[in-house]
T-cell receptor, first 116, second 113 residues
Framework: DAGVIQSPRHEVTEMGQEVTLRCKPI?????LFWYRQTMMRGLELLIY????????DSGMPEDRFSAKMPNASFSTLKIQPSEPRDSAVYFC??????????????FGDGTRLSIL | DQQVKQNSPSLSVQEGRISILNCDYT??????FLWYKKYPAEGPTFLIS?????DKNEDGRFTVFLNKSAKHLSLHIVPSQPGDSAVYFC????????????FGPGTSLSVIP
């Protein structure tokens, strides 16, 4: 079974550049989440989608961040322009809604982003 | 405003002994509680969960205890093994916000051989 796939695994870029992170959720999962992990703030939820529709983007730090889910098998998180304080590990996760049980989220291995 | 707190950033335990990881929460509306485990350079993986109608859930070496009146849960690992060395995240959610999970800051567990 393929898990959640994120690309790239590592990204190093200069301040001001556009950064695009990609995620392929587990097939059949109808929820997709973007998280950011930093030493200071731990694991923060940025945005999540249900059936490709953004449900809650209250965690998106500012307008420089945007996320899209054009179809059930692909999502992007874009930062434009990037700043050094955006350096973090970004995780994508997906889950399946099942009213009979509480299905846990399945995480990808993350993208380690460094903005110089 | 941290809704989920893990006050011990790190914990060291001897192999074979019990590891106890603690988590406190502030929102009494949480009704489902999860523990995730994370190895370096990997994403968190689900470990064990408990719903608010229970006070204990056991899965092999892992047991989660929930004390709703104290808004406290704990994860017990016994016996601890070196492969258990990882960061453990406590996570909580509300049934009305089905999939929005709030994570704690994590506790780094080191099991010493």
């Amino acid at each position: 079974d393929a898990g959640v796939i994120q690309s790239p695994r590592h990204e190093v870029t200069e301040m001001g550049q556009e950064v695009t992170l990609r995620c392929k959720p587990i097939s059949g999962h109808d929820y997709l989440f973007w998280y950011r992990q930093t030493m200071m703030r731990g694991l923060e939820l940025l945005i999540y989608f249900n059936n490709n529709v953004p449900i809650d983007d209250s965690g998106m730090p500012e307008d420089r961040f945007s996320a899209k889910m054009p179809n059930a098998s692909f999502s992007t998180l874009k930062i434009q322009p990037s700043e050094p304080r955006d350096s973090a590990v970004y995780f994508c996760a997906s889950s399946l809604r099942d009213p009979r049980t509480n299905q846990p989220q399945h995480f990808g291995d993350g993208t380690r982003l460094s903005i110089l | 405003d941290q809704q989920v707190k893990q006050n011990s950033p790190s914990l060291s335990v001897q192999e074979g002994r019990i590891s106890i990881l603690n988590c406190d929460y502030t929102n009494s509306m949480f009704d489902y509680f999860l523990w995730y485990k994370k190895y370096p350079a990997e994403g968190p993986t689900f470990l064990i969960s408990i719903s608010s109608i229970k006070d204990k859930n056991e899965d092999g070496r892992f047991t989660v205890f929930l004390n709703k009146s104290a808004k406290h849960l704990s994860l017990h690992i016994v016996p601890s093994q070196p492969g258990d060395s990882a960061v453990y995240f406590c996570a909580n959610k509300r049934a009305t916000s089905y999939d929005k999970v709030i994570f704690g800051p994590g506790t780094s567990l080191s099991v010493i051989p």
